[in-house]
């Protein structure tokens, strides 16, 4: 084929697909035009791309030019017939798309208000040397009570203010070296459990913190709920003090709550303390207890072996929840275990 047969074969071809296009007044009519200029197996386009074959080597150039040209023309033709007809599904745009709203912020979940309590609050006695140490939720009464100094007739190992476990206890076996001590588990009603532990471990000097869940059976209220958090500290060296006890709780409290907190110790009974007292931190005009600490008292030492001559040390057991609450003005404790969105995306 010549290259002027060809060019005009272009020539009529195009002009009839760009009237068939114009021309086309529904979507069936469209899909037909499309079969018949731009279909795959017997499309105009296709024949006349394989005419191209027929022409003089010296003319190729010229007539592949004008074949692509007549290739975009016929498929803008098509293109502007579809946006006129309203496209088909896969073009079609949804009517009731706004696209100047503004979007759905996705949700981005995040750590637990307690749960950052607590980091912020290992960093804080981290600086100060105190390492984190853990115990298990579920104890025995030798660290829960015994080990503590807490007698078989302590009103504290009451049934009614703990939660034990209705499980037999397996007679000897790991516990063999404790199995002097009788009773049932428990859930842990405070995590002085975790100093019996270590110093059960490990010798002095002793600079461990452990913060953890702990349980008692309080009716929910604003400042009580059944399952709550303390954070335990325990420091075991040579000649420690009750002012070495203040220094580090006064710091830990200018850290936390702020600079110009002031700390007040007020006598108070622990059975594993002596002597004992109330921690209160001075926070927004007002004396706030905090929790409890003293000096370990010998008979804790006794029952971990260490030797009460040589080393001396001080505990305290400080309420996470209300750390967490005064530094974030919550009022009411349930909140934070509701598992309400609304109130846990503030933090
Ligand atoms: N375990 C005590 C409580 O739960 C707090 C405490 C810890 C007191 C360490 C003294 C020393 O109330």
Not at 95 to 120: A, E, K, M
Not at 154 to 176: I, M, V
Not at 243 to 271: C, E, M, Q
Request: negative net charge; aromatic residues 10%.
């Amino acid at each position: 084929m010549s290259l002027q047969d060809f060019l005009s074969t272009l020539d009529s071809l195009e002009g009839e697909a760009s009237s068939a296009f114009d021309s086309a007044a529904d979507p069936e009519l469209l899909e037909a035009a499309r079969v018949r200029f731009l279909g795959q197996k017997s499309g105009a386009i296709r024949d006349v791309q394989k005419q191209m074959g027929s022409i003089d080597k010296s003319d190729r150039k010229a007539a592949g030019m004008r074949l692509n040209e007549f290739k975009s023309n016929i498929q803008a033709a098509f293109d502007a017939c579809k946006a006129r007809l309203g496209g088909s599904d896969d073009s079609a745009v949804d009517p009731t798309f706004d696209p100047t709203l503004p979007g759905v912020r996705p949700n981005i979940g995040h750590i637990h208000p307690i749960t950052q309590t607590i980091s912020h609050l290992m960093e804080i006695m981290g600086r100060m040397g105190f390492e984190a140490a853990e115990g298990p939720e579920v104890e025995d009464p030798w660290h829960n009570f015994v080990a503590l100094n807490i007698p078989e007739d302590h009103p504290a190992r009451d049934p009614l203010d703990n939660f034990y476990l209705a499980t037999a206890r397996s007679a000897g076996k790991s516990s063999a070296t404790r199995s002097n001590v009788e009773g049932s588990q428990l859930l842990r009603s405070q995590t002085s459990t975790v100093q019996i532990r270590v110093m059960e471990n490990e010798q002095p000097p002793i600079r461990v913190i452990s913060l953890g869940r702990v349980y008692r059976p309080d009716d929910p209220d604003a400042t009580h709920f059944p399952m709550f958090h303390q954070m335990e500290g325990l420091l075991v060296d040579r000649s420690v003090t009750m002012a070495n006890l203040k220094t580090v709780l006064r710091v830990f409290a200018n850290n936390y709550l702020g600079d110009d907190v002031d700390i007040r110790f007020r006598p108070s009974f622990f059975p594993f303390t002596e002597p004992s007292v109330e921690v209160d931190f001075f926070w927004n005009d007002a004396w706030v207890e905090f929790g409890g600490a003293g000096m370990v008292d010998p008979a804790v030492f006794e029952a971990v072996g260490y030797d009460t001559e040589q080393f001396s040390g001080f505990a305290f057991g400080l309420g996470v929840e209300r750390l967490c609450m005064r530094r974030h003005g919550i009022s009411d404790i349930r909140d934070l275990y509701s598992g309400d969105l609304r109130f846990l995306r503030q933090f």
